[in-house]
């Protein structure tokens, strides 16, 4: 019997999707493996046990919807939509990740599962018809992708009168002069924008209020809904951007008891910057 089956009982067509921190856990076991407690084989780690969760219930997903998801990478998010009866579009620029993508779902898909449409395509110039896309997710990706304003265009464009997005990216009040210092060498090369030295692709944008109204809010004139922020002095300033990042992608259990006790505790007691922010924009 699979880790997951005894929460698919029972699905009804329609009912809402309820993805909470544990259950992306469990989702992990079953897509990859018992060896990702000890140490994750995709980027699974504290932060997407905070986003996964924010993100399906700030989309407000029923059995039965379709989400754009853009640049997933490796990432089990759209999988674990698409466990949960979601019909899910993962649009990645690196034909790789797709086949990767396609692979894993070749491998992992039972019946009663949504519908999975992987798409090789960039989010700067998406394939696909204005104003016809309800629901749109962007998991920490945004920030890695140069162009990020024809993206927000077309995000903008894509998503349908009284569609939703739901997106996290990092985020600075005024200004990041640094990033890693001291642990990985990261090049500033644009305001608040590194390259990490020596390693192709990996661009990194932190988002100013200003930066996410022109950018994400104006050309979708929208409307932001839901704020959050994750990461600040505590489980970013003395764990992530500290030398401990290299307990990062291990141990994936202490990321449940962090993301579950610290960073609700971190969130009302703590008014520094967080490392990201997550929120909704809906279109009018």
């Not at 988002?207 to 990461?231: L, M, N, Q, S």
């Amino acid at each position: 019997m699979s880790p997951t089956d005894t929460i698919l009982d029972n699905r009804r067509p329609g009912t809402p999707v309820r993805l909470s921190a544990l259950r992306c856990v469990v989702y992990e076991i079953a897509l990859n493996g018992w060896r990702i407690l000890h140490e994750t084989v995709n980027d699974f780690s504290l932060w997407r046990i905070i986003e996964y969760p924010w993100s399906t219930k700030a989309l407000g997903l029923r059995r039965g919807d379709l989400v754009l998801d853009i640049g997933s990478g490796t990432s089990s998010y759209p999988h674990m939509l698409a466990k949960e009866g979601v019909d899910v579009v993962v649009l990645e620029l690196d034909a790789d990740r797709v086949r990767w993508q396609l692979a894993k779902r070749r491998a992992t898909a039972r019946p009663g599962d949504g519908r999975f449409f992987p798409l090789v395509a960039s989010a700067t110039e998406m394939p696909i018809r204005s104003e016809s896309i309800e629901r749109l997710a962007a998991v920490s990706s945004l920030e890695h992708i140069p162009d990020d304003e024809s993206v927000g265009q077309e995000i903008g464009r894509v998503l349908a009168r009284g569609g939703l997005a739901a997106i996290t990216i990092p985020y600075t009040s005024t200004e990041r002069t640094s990033f890693f210092q001291g642990i990985r060498k990261f090049v500033q090369v644009q305001r608040n924008a590194f390259v990490q030295e020596g390693k192709a692709g990996s661009f990194f944008r932190f988002y100013t209020d200003a930066d996410i109204e022109r950018v994400y809010v104006r050309p979708a004139d929208a409307r932001v809904g839901e704020w959050r922020g994750f990461g600040r002095s505590w489980l970013n300033g003395r764990y992530h951007e500290t030398r401990l990042t290299k307990y990062w992608r291990r141990y994936v259990l202490k990321d449940l008891f962090l993301a579950l006790i610290v960073h609700p505790l971190e969130e009302r007691f703590d008014r520094s910057d967080p490392l990201y922010v997550m929120f909704t924009i809906r279109k009018p």
